[in-house]
């Protein structure tokens, strides 16, 4: 076979962007590389097959799961052929690979590794039909034939979910083909990875040629509007008690290591404190070295003075002797400090008294939060009651247009009562006990299913539309239930039984499905669900992306759709930051875009939700769940709110905000501007008084006049750079905003002189606004999301606290009595070479006025890190520069 049949076409009208991306097809692919970033829902993967139809070429397509891969087949039979029957030219079995063959990353990696990778328990549920592990022999021959098909295309679909050895077995196919085109089609690129695996996933899919926002989509209607929210918990009595038992004596421990006489000694005469030395130690632990600083100061001993004064800091900036120091300050001091030996008094006592509370994990003392105390955050059984209260909220405001997904990460089918065991206690968080709350508690509101690969649960009156599908299945009463039965297939694919139950549940004999993330988390099509409850605790943001997924979609004859997704956090009501499921949360909402919840803007982040911010108290969790309930029945406001917002942007732009507290002291208008008249004022008075002392000295009056008028005249002269300079920062630079932009164009010039950006500065455009609460919101006018995103990271390296830089930059201000040194450090990127550093101290002192620039790797250069070091350490709890998506 040469090519497709002719004749073959999709069978509705394209989207308006996938129509433009296909308009401009032959321009992206002239490198035979597409690269397409795409929401989920948005049509990925018919556009996908629309390329490779026109390319017309042998074609090899590898997805993440089986069902994706079975997806790729449905959709081009039904949409393409239009037709029932998958034609023998397509196939979804490497073993026997035909013109158009579909795989997954997996099966790849089984034919070309010896054997197969072990799969997580999470992941089991989508493991029905891989292919098993081939004899060498046979293996080989299989190889032979997949390259006999001299594949041209190679679709990659979702490539970030490459591991290691996926993505090994993935560019080592490629290399095999002779001059492939690839199709790279994916939600989520790993934009919050590290350079190198950045770089692994660029090597494989090529430069990003297009990307398709959700709010575009939701401009368009090809996606429906939808909202986040947080319901939130405190753990269940059980859970709260070890919690709170631990919080008290870890308070003790700090307590009683400030009256430990015997320990203040040992920290007292510590090298590191007696002595100016040990500076590579100081430095590569600087941490320790401060936590011993903010002891000693705390209990009043006078031995901090002296090393804290290479700080050139007030007292008033050391943080106090909190639970945090007091870790760093344990955790060194009995694991790997040299110079004390932990096998003597006190320290021998204090590791008896950690270990007896469970306080050191993996040779590190733990007093805010152990891993035990995070699991129990996560895996909190107080979220089936939250899960209870959002299906008994939502049902109420929907009534029969519910369609309620909620998604786990496992199953415990153990979990299911036997007879007589109706109220068997529920104690963790999986498909069962989410089923069994609910029906416990809302089963006369709703209609509950449940669908996982290996348990399968329908109300009894869904029965007869099973029995209309022609599947084969026995159906078996619920023993503590008899209003549900327990499904079990006969000969059924896992590809047929989902269909089969996703058109229960859209037709309503089902209104809340509980399901695993693995089988319904990515790649199941139900357009219907129009809410979802995430009850799943990986934390990874591009899971969560493509779990919104599924609610996100626009559904055929409903204009109206809106999607509430609903996120579960526990709260440690003790903790400042929330709790380690609070932290968790925040973070993967950095790249979750949204509408904000008050103001017309769409934005990335948790703060868009506007609702109370740690600590946590039982009141702050009430009054965020009522807040969050009178949100969610507003879908229509919802609709309105979107398409206002919509309409104010153009595209999504990669933003920083920045605190005008934060920002160091060269930003400080009034301190530059000041120093500058001051140093003007005096170059010109000692010119005056030196010539006017030149005319006194001959006593005449004319001559002392003369003089005085020459030496006004020379004084302005010489410090006529100063005024000039003052003068021009006065009209031009009189602003934090302006300040920052001068700051923000070194940085932005130099990275696209070394090659990192690829647009020069005067093709785009660094805009800076103030904002309210006395930040600062910076963003690129143009650039990829790639570019924007480098660009804004080496801005934060350069503004947020010192951390561990190749290059410094000491600016020094002020003579003799007043003095003050200030340190930036060079942006990683830039830092990576020394030429590259130098071309941006050149552009620095250009700009910004004369700086040193110091490399902090040889002996020098690193006593000057330390002292940076810790006076960032100094300013612990600055609040950080934060990034951002935002339609703009």
């Known amino acids: 076979m040469k090519g497709f049949p002719e004749g073959i076409q999709f069978c509705f009208p394209w989207r308006s962007y996938q129509a433009e991306v296909l308009r401009h097809l032959d321009k992206h692919l002239a490198n035979q590389h597409l690269h397409l970033v795409a929401p989920p829902g948005s049509g990925k993967t018919v556009l996908g097959l629309e390329v490779i139809r026109r390319l017309n070429k042998p074609t090899l397509i590898v997805a993440p799961t089986l ?85 041209q295309t190679l679709v990659l679909d979702e490539a970030h979910h490459l591991r290691t050895n996926w993505w090994k077995t993935t560019i080592h196919i490629r290399n095999q083909l002779e001059n492939p085109s690839i199709i790279a089609l994916t939600a989520t690129p790993p934009y919050d990875v590290g350079k190198a695996e950045w770089d692994k996933y660029m090597e494989l899919c090529g430069p990003i040629d297009e990307e398709i926002e959700i709010a575009a989509l939701v401009k368009e209607g090809d996606l429906c509007p939808h909202q986040d929210y947080v319901w939130m918990s405190a753990p269940a009595p059980k859970e709260q008690e070890p919690i709170d038992t631990f919080h008290k004596e870890a308070e003790q421990i700090r307590t009683e290591l400030l009256e430990n006489k015997a320990f203040q000694s040992l920290v007292d005469n510590h090298p590191w404190i007696a002595s100016e030395a040990f500076v590579e130690e100081k430095l590569a ?56 030996d932990p096998k003597e008094e006190p320290i021998e006592s204090i590791k008896k008294q950690l270990t007896a509370i469970r306080a050191i994990e993996r040779r590190r003392v733990k007093l805010i939060a152990t891993r035990s105390m995070q699991r129990k955050l996560l895996q909190s059984s107080s979220k089936l009651d939250s899960i209870a209260d959002i299906v008994r909220l939502e049902k109420k405001a ?52 449940v669908l996982t690969g290996s348990v399968v649960i329908v109300p009894n009156q869904a029965i007869s539309l099973l029995e209309k599908s022609a599947l084969e299945f026995t159906a078996e009463k619920l023993e503590h239930d008899d209003r ?144 969050m309930a009178e949100r969610a029945t507003e879908r229509t406001r919802l609709h309105e709110r979107w398409q206002e917002a919509v309409q104010k942007g153009e595209k999504k732009r990669e933003e920083i905000e920045v605190s005008t507290s934060q920002l160091p002291p060269i930003f400080m208008f009034r301190n530059t501007l000041k120093s500058l008249l001051l140093i003007c004022g005096a170059i010109f008075l000692n010119v005056l008084y030196a010539v006017g002392e030149y005319g006194y000295y001959y006593e005449s009056f004319a001559a002392i006049r003369s003089a005085l008028i020459w030496g006004f005249v020379i004084g302005v002269v010489i410090s006529s750079p100063f005024w000039w300079r003052a003068l021009r920062i006065f009209l031009f630079h009189s602003s934090l ?152």
């Open 67 to 151: 069902a994706i891969r079975n997806q790729w087949a449905d959709r081009f039979t039904a949409l393409f052929l239009q037709q029932k029957e998958q034609p023998d030219w397509i196939s979804t079995d490497i073993k026997n690979p035909s013109f158009l063959t579909i795989t997954t990353y997996q099966g790849l990696y089984a034919l070309f590794q010896d054997t197969l990778e072990q799969q997580e328990e999470s992941e089991l549920d989508d493991l029905e039909e891989e292919e098993m592990p081939l004899e060498n022999d046979a293996k080989q021959k299989a190889i032979e034939r997949l390259f006999q098909q001299n594949f």
């Open 285 to 340: 632990n600087y941490r320790y070295f401060i936590s011993m600083i903010v002891y000693l100061k705390e209990i009043g001993s006078p031995a901090w003075e002296k090393p804290f004064e290479v700080m050139e800091e007030k007292a008033a900036a050391l943080p106090s002797f909190d639970l945090e120091w007091t870790e760093e300050l344990l955790s060194f001091f009995i694991y790997q400090d040299k110079h004390t």
């Open 398 to 449: 929907q009534k029969e247009k519910l369609r309620l997904v909620v998604l786990a990460d496992y199953i415990y089918k153990e979990d299911l009562p036997q007879a007589g065991e109706e109220n068997k206690p529920l104690i963790r968080l999986g498909v069962v006990p989410i089923f069994e709350k609910l029906r416990r508690n809302v089963a006369n509101q709703c209609r509950l299913g």
């Open 484 to 627: 549900y039965s327990l499904i079990r297939w006969k000969g059924t694919s896992r590809q047929e039984m989902v269909k089969v139950m996703t058109d229960i549940f859209d037709h309503g004999e089902i209104d809340v499905l509980i399901g695993t993330t693995a089988l319904l988390g990515e790649g199941w099509d139900a357009p219907c669900v129009n809410t979802l409850i995430l009850a799943s605790y990986v934390g990874s943001f591009m899971l969560t992306n493509q779990m919104r997924g599924r609610a996100i979609r626009s559904e055929q004859g409903n204009q109206d759709k809106a999607a509430n997704i609903w996120h579960l956090v526990c709260v440690d009501t003790y903790a400042l930051d929330g709790g380690y499921d609070y932290q968790s949360l925040s973070r993967r909402f950095q790249s979750l875009t949204g509408v904000d919840a008050e103001l017309p803007v769409i934005q990335s982040g948790i703060d868009r939700l506007r609702m109370a911010k740690p600590l946590f108290r039982q009141k702050t969790i009430l009054e965020t769940n009522q807040l």
């Open 737 to 888: 905003e302006s300040r920052l932009k001068q700051v923000t164009e070194i940085v932005y010039k130099t990275m696209f002189e070394i090659g990192l950006l690829e647009t020069p500065l005067k093709e785009n455009k660094i805009i800076i606004n103030k904002g309210g609460g006395g930040s600062l919101y910076g963003y690129l006018e143009n650039g990829s999301t790639e570019e924007q995103k480098l660009f804004l990271q080496a801005v934060q390296q350069l503004l947020d606290p010192i951390d561990n830089p190749r290059y410094l930059l000491h600016r020094q201000s002020g003579k003799r009595l007043w003095v003050r040194h200030d340190y930036h450090a060079v942006p990683e990127e830039i830092g990576r070479k020394k030429e590259y550093a130098e071309i941006f101290a050149k552009k620095w002192n250009k700009r910004m006025g004369k700086a040193e620039m110091i490399f902090t790797r040889t002996p020098e250069g690193r006593k000057v890190l330390l002292k940076a070091r810790l006076r960032a350490m100094s300013a612990k709890f600055m609040k950080r520069s934060e990034r951002r998506s935002v339609w703009k």
